[in-house]
């Protein structure tokens, strides 16, 4: 008999291919008259057809999103908004749309309806972390939970298959770290399971086939199911180093998870003997998942070296103090000796080891 508390968010999903043509109602659904969109420069063109299909309502649009959220960003973007008379925020793109969305939702009090286009789960989640003077500040609030979520596949065929590797190994984290969170339920469970089960074959099948439309389909479920993931638990290890060595070396945020979640899984692996069955299972390997995923990011052509996304070898012993100070709750202890072997490994893209 375990005991768990499992707490449903309210929050509204749509899924599917051509769902974006439901934009409007569910603004309407909302309540809302006045929506200011937002995405990243790169996006720019979805933002305007975004604002073509609602009509009226779009108020404007502010193609000024960044990574990390900064705060002055978020102040110059909700000065424009009010001007404009928004009540309402859209985000259409990646983490860092959805990032200033929710930056200024929660600032607000407006609804957000976010439209996805990558897998970093962001739109499940309410954690919203922003930059200000060099420093990362991450928080949780309930209120920081988009309302309205639109899945609309076919925006993601846009999505280079680098970014479809390394976003869906961002997503895979997830699921793997809530599997063993200490706030786990079976709810949490299934979804994990189900998220790791469906990334690894689509994105194979990607490379394969660029268009493959089933494919595509399967990739965005497995990243809703592990953002909720994300948003329902308590991180470990591998998102204590990918917060440490994102914050402290500004590595590329996808990519870094990319690279670590082998070397995490590995360590891990001798403390969670059911849990990494089940994980063996979901990813459908024999082996030790850490070495097996390894080889499966290195053959699908993702990132296996810290030292190619920008991390330099002499800021290893400054991320291991920081990594093992107070550390995310973990399966491992991870203590200083063992963590400075993992991230040698991970810097120079040895082969994960499990111990
Ligand atoms: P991103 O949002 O920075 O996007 C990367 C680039 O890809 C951008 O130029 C973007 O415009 C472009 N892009 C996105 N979708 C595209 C598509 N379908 N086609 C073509 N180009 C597209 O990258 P990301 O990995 O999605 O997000 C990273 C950010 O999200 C980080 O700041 C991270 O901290 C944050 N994040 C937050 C949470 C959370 O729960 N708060 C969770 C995950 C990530």
Known sequence: MIDFIHQFKAQRVLFGSG???????????????????LTTPEQVQSGEAIARRIGTPAVGHLPVARMH??????????????????????????????GLGKALSIRTGWPHLTIPTTY???????????????????????????????YDVDLTRTLPQAARITSGMNALAHAV???YAPDATPV??????????????????????????????????????CGACLGATTMGLHHKLAHVLGGSFDLPHAELHT?????????NASSIPDIDRRIRMALGCDAEPGGFLFDQIAALGGP?????????????????????????????????????????RAWGGDRPVAE
């Open 177 to 179: 770290e809530a599997l």
């Open 120 to 150: 970093s789960g962001s739109e499940m989640t309410p954690i919203l972390g922003e930059t200000e003077g060099g420093q990362k500040t991450t928080r949780r609030d309930d209120a920081i939970l988009p309302a309205t979520v639109i």
């Open 259 to 267: 690279v670590l979640i082998p070397h995490v899984l590995a360590f």
């Open 69 to 98: 959220t900064p705060v002055e960003i978020t102040t110059d973007a909700m000065a424009t908004a009010r001007a404009l008379g928004a009540d309402s925020v859209l985000s259409i793109g990646g983490g860092s749309t959805i």
């Open 304 to 344: 296996t070296r810290l030292k190619d996304i920008g991390m330099p070898e002499e800021g290893i012993a400054r991320a291991v103090v920081q990594a093992t100070a107070n550390p995310y709750a973990n399966p491992r202890t991870p203590d200083a000796i063992a963590i400075e072997a993992l991230l040698r």
């Open 19 to 37: 769902v974006l043509d439901r934009v409007a109602d569910e603004l309407a659904a909302l309540a809302v008259k006045r929506t200011v969109i």
């Open 188 to 225: 949490i469970d299934l979804m994990a399971v189900e998220g790791i089960r469906l990334m690894l074959p689509a994105l194979t099948r990607l490379g394969e086939l660029s268009g493959d439309g089933q494919a595509l389909a399967d990739l965005f479920r497995g990243a809703w199911l």
